[in-house]
């Protein structure tokens, strides 16, 4: 069985962090999903923030940025882009109680196998404000393993399985799902969900 968190794929973020830049294409515009529902000055936690690219967009428009990645290299790389200190955490690390006003998860917990998802999910609500959102991206499918000729983790997502996820995590429900292409596999898309953090059970 996959451990919960794969060495394997912190080590591939950790060997090529050097190899990606900001002008390969890498980074559609996938901030404008959650900016609708955010205010000026609203901090936002990045989850598996990479090198800083969209926090770094995020901190531009005004928002307040905290973020983490279980990369240390990639922690070192966006801490000097973003001027403030990236912590270097894994998802099961997280324990910041009710800071954030949004927490942006782009492409980052499809790493972990879906049976770890409810303990961070769980997490991430923990960490958001009493009322707060989620944005978070995975490839669209069933599916979990190594890549092909990736030397990292994915778990794929459908809409069914992060109902499944959520299941008991009464404060967190799904209230958006959009689509885009995969630019790499043309039969495939990405899914991306906003959350909502309420007191009120499902």
């Known amino acids: ?62 928002f307040k940025i905290s973020a983490i ?14 001027g403030i200190h990236v912590r270097n955490l894994r998802f099961d690390q997280l324990a910041d109680v009710e800071m954030y006003d949004a927490v942006w998860a782009c492409c980052s917990l499809l790493h972990i196998p879906r049976r770890a998802m409810p303990d961070a999910f769980t997490r991430i609500a923990t960490a958001l404000k009493p009322t707060g959102y989620v944005y978070a991206s995975f490839m669209e499918g069933e599916e979990e393993g190594f890549r092909g000729n990736f030397c990292t983790f994915m778990a794929a997502m459908t809409e069914e399985s992060m109902q499944t996820v959520l299941s008991d995590i009464p404060t967190l429900s799904i ?27 499902k």
């Open 69 to 82: 990645d279980a990369a240390e290299v990639l922690c070192k790389i966006a801490s000097q882009k973003l």
């Open 1 to 62: 069985m996959e451990p919960l968190y794969c060495q394997k794929t912190i080590d591939t973020y950790n060997k090529h962090a050097n190899e990606n830049t900001e002008d390969n294409g890498n980074f559609p515009p996938w901030e404008a999903f959650l900016m609708p529902y955010l205010k000026k000055g609203d901090h936002i936690l990045d989850l598996g923030c990479g090198d800083g690219h969209y926090s770094k967009i995020f901190q531009n428009a005004g």
């Open 175 to 201: 209230i958006e799902v959009k689509r885009t292409p995969c630019k790499y596999q043309a039969e495939r898309q990405w899914i991306h969900f906003i959350l909502k953090k309420s007191a009120h059970t």
